[in-house]
């Protein structure tokens, strides 16, 4: 059984910044992708930002330019620094990663942008 336990989510004002980190732990075999994915309320998930195994990256239009999604395979843990947040950035953000045949995901962490 594999468990993403996220962390570094928070409160901060328009224009600032946050670094989610996410870390896998448990019986892990090859891990591909890893994402991070966000829902705001009233509004379906979606992808923010994904790096596959071998560094390949892809970013939401919305999110270009002001995050940056990294990885560290030693550690099997995946990061997203965010940077110049905006309100509309607001949402719970939800950490995956498609690890051997099965998907996993994160228990979310919220993500609040706000004066």
């Known amino acids: 059984q594999v468990q993403l336990v996220e962390s570094g989510g928070g409160l901060v004002q328009p224009g600032g910044s946050l670094r989610l980190s996410c870390a896998a732990s448990g019986r892990i075999l090859t891990i591909y992708t890893m994402s991070w994915y966000r829902q705001a309320p009233g509004k379906q998930r979606e992808l923010v930002a994904a790096?596959?195994?071998?560094?390949?990256?892809n970013y939401a239009d919305s999110v270009k330019g002001r995050f940056t999604i990294s990885r560290d395979n030693a550690k099997s843990t995946v990061h997203l620094q965010m940077n110049s947040l905006k309100a509309e950035d607001t949402a719970v953000y939800y950490c995956?990663?498609?690890?051997?045949?099965?998907?996993?995901w994160g228990q979310g962490t919220q993500v609040s942008v706000s004066s």
């Open positions: 790096i596959s195994s071998g560094g390949k990256i």
């Open positions: 995956y990663a498609r690890i051997g045949p099965y998907d996993n």
